[in-house]
């Protein structure tokens, strides 16, 4: 390997390395919006059996 080629490496090397840096960069921040929208289904999910065990309460009490 002559100078200029692990010249040529080190150069693809770095630039594979800031690359991998912004994807990661992404891949996290995916990751946290991900979590933040879990985290809203889930609270969505809890009004949404809280509303069905009221309409099934209001449903029984209108019957008696």
Request: hydrophobic share 30%; net charge negative; proline share 2%.
């Amino acid at each position: 390997n002559s100078p200029s080629e692990i010249d040529s490496l080190n150069q693809c090397i770095s630039e594979l390395k800031a690359e991998n840096d912004k994807i990661r960069a992404e891949n996290n921040k995916i990751k946290a919006e991900n979590n933040e929208l879990e985290a809203r289904v889930a609270k969505l999910e809890d009004i949404q059996t809280q509303n069905e065990l009221i309409k099934n309460l209001l449903s029984v009490s209108r019957k008696t």
